[in-house]
């Protein structure tokens, strides 16, 4: 006996992600939580997310780096990346290796702004993680954390319990 029940039209297509909101929305997730965190309002998107400063010929004092403007005696320029789930531990091993093209990035923007980096980065349904270069970190801190060459990495949850002189200048 033969079923004559067409089954294909049950199974609904995956739908498609728009990243670029997805990112968006990650940075404003990270602006509320520094800005609640903090007691101010001055953390925001940049314009055109990070790449303003490299796109547009503007004056040395109005350039900005990185996803996020912070205050201006916050220590760090802030590189925001959500999702990239198929990244592990494993891919720090990687040449290719997504997680090592954002610490770069993040690292060339650092020297543009002469400031530290603070690469924030989350995977669907899971801690933020912060990838921060390991000299800058204070030996004081005791959290879980991993260090990987001249890097640590640390869940931003605790990082923000630093004291308030590890932010700001």
Known sequence: MKDDFD??????????INSRSKGSAFERKICNLFNSTFE???????????????????????????DLITPENF????????GY???NLSSLFSSNSKLIEFINQAKKDSIKANKPF????????????CVLDKHIFPSYLDFKSLIYKDYIIVRLKDLLKAEINFWFN
Do not use: V
């Open 85 to 87: 789930n198929k990244e």
């Open 118 to 129: 603070m690469l924030i980065w989350q995977q669907d349904r899971s801690d933020i993680i």
């Open 75 to 82: 220590k760090y320029i802030i590189e925001c990346k959500k």
């Open 40 to 66: 101010t309002k001055e953390f925001c998107r940049t314009p055109g997310s990070g790449a303003f400063a490299t796109t547009h010929s503007l004056p040395e004092h109005l350039k900005i780096h990185g």
């Open 7 to 16: 089954l294909s039209n049950l199974k609904t297509p995956k739908k498609r």
